[in-house]
């Protein structure tokens, strides 16, 4: 038996605190070794150095709203949210510092007294962590302006596998500090990488948008160590702090939305409204404008193959108008209707058609539920129309019905399959989808994660994206900072293991105590991950 870390936080291995942490968003429930809540910077250091010692994996979770399964696994959950918090706001340089428990939620209500925020914009963001957004390079609607949070990292201070405290800037070569793993990494993984850079330009997908794997691509640009810890999800180190930059809020706002015939019009719709420089360019497909059919806002929905829903922003009033004006009369030649809403209120309502599907979603009987397993692939824009037909025929084929929106303006597409979980050999069915629809975004040049990352649920698919050369430098760098694979093992390189099993659904899901069962349910349905999980044990 494993003696217990020397730590002052709390540290578990009862069936309930182990219960309470087995769930994430996502489809699986893995039931953990045990959980732990560090109190501060030394308490995780302590933690790090135990489980290098004792061989003992860990798995760093936020709010644990991540969609595929990086923040579940066998060993020590490490629940990063009772770390010290800090929130500090620099309007004068347009600059905020974190800690990586802060809210992306919070993070913009301090900075809106100085009129700043941080553009990036994902729908969980009133309770999924900053450290949990650098760890997924998260995005969202904006991102078709603003990119991702990739842009606007400035600095980050990391715990590596070591049990080193790493503080990584922009412009600042290697890790500053000249630790043992920057020495490593600058002596043996930097020249590989770059000597790997045309094989690399060829293989990266050529997307608006990339989640998947590591950033390679983008330490060739830079060649900032921080872009290669942006998106690896834990698996090279636990952020800690965060240093950003901030962009000062546009004081107008607008919406259009616009129906389509025919998804053969897709792409020229969206070219025309991406030269009007939107600030997002939103897909709702003629699925999910179905279920919402159901609800008083589909009473007298159109019947349209698509509706795109675009917000404008700009400095001035008259600006604003111009752009509207010239982002309805670019698609007209294709629209079946467009509409305008030149106030910030009536853009909001405009848009409350885009949130409409999740109430009906979290309220499905227990034998239909909506699973997140094709949900963030982006192919090239000129694509997104056949990719979204392959959607279609792939899932009705199967008898599966899936719900399909997204970001249209970075050819990024999100779905929600809704299988018969009671029903035998549905598990199959879905791992069925799984493998024609990921073979289909690799066929069209796309990336099977567009924000959420690979987690584990794409992990095995990696080496059919990358190539073994390419996937082979992800192994030399992860063995770089993680000699001993205990950080997120079977996350961005798989552990081997299929990909639709473990589920938190289904005849073989793991047991666990009935109420904290429903608790996660609950947290589920309502969206609920800013509830302390160590509260339902």
Known sequence: MLPPPAIRGVFRTDERARAAYAEGAGIYRILPLAICLPVDRDDLVSLVRWASEHRVPLVPRGAGSAMGGGNVGEGVVVDLTHLPRRLDIRPAERLAVTSANVTLAELNTAADPHRLRLPPDPSSG??????????????????????????????????????????????????????????????????????????????????????????????????????????????????????????????????????????????????????????????????????????????????????????????????????????????????????????????????????????????????????????DGCVPLERIGEYIRIVRRVTSARDIPAVIFGHAGDGHVHVNLLPKVGQAGWEQSVAGVLEEVSDAVIRLGGTLSGEHGDGRLRAGLLQRVYGEEIVGLFRKLKETFDPLGILGPGVILPSGEPAITRLKVGREAAPIPDDIARALREIEQGAGYARSRLELA
């Open 126 to 375: 009133r309770f999924a962590t900053l450290g949990g957004m650098v760890s997924t390079n998260a995005s969202g609607a904006r991102t078709v302006r603003y990119g991702s949070v990739r842009r606007w990292v400035v600095g980050l201070e990391l715990v590596t596998a070591a049990g080193e405290v790493l503080e990584l800037r922009r412009g600042a070569a290697g890790g500053a500090d000249g630790t043992a793993t920057v020495r490593r990494f600058e002596a043996e993984v930097a020249p590989a990488i770059a000597a790997a850079q045309g094989l690399i330009a060829a293989r990266f997908p050529r997307t608006r948008k990339n989640s998947s794997g590591y950033a390679l691509d983008d330490w060739l640009a830079s060649r900032d160590l921080l872009d290669l810890i942006i998106g690896a999800e834990g698996t090279l180190g636990f952020v800690t702090r965060i240093d950003w930059r901030l962009d000062p809020q546009p004081a107008h706002r607008a919406g259009v939305r616009v129906e389509l015939r025919s998804l053969d019009d897709l792409v020229k719709v969206v070219a025309a409204l991406l030269a009007c420089e939107p600030s997002a360019v939103e897909l709702l497909d003629r699925t999910f404008l179905d279920l919402i059919r159901r609800t008083e806002m589909g009473e007298g929905l159109a019947a349209a193959e698509a509706i795109l829903l675009v917000e404008i922003e700009r400095g001035d009033p008259r600006a604003l108008r111009e752009a509207v004006a010239d982002a309805s009369e670019g698609v007209r030649p294709w629209a079946a209707a467009v509409d305008t809403a030149l106030t910030a209120a009536s853009s909001a309502r405009l848009w409350e058609l885009r949130h409409a599907a999740s109430p009906i979603l979290a309220r499905l009987p227990e034998d239909r539920r909506s699973l997140q397993v094709i949900e």
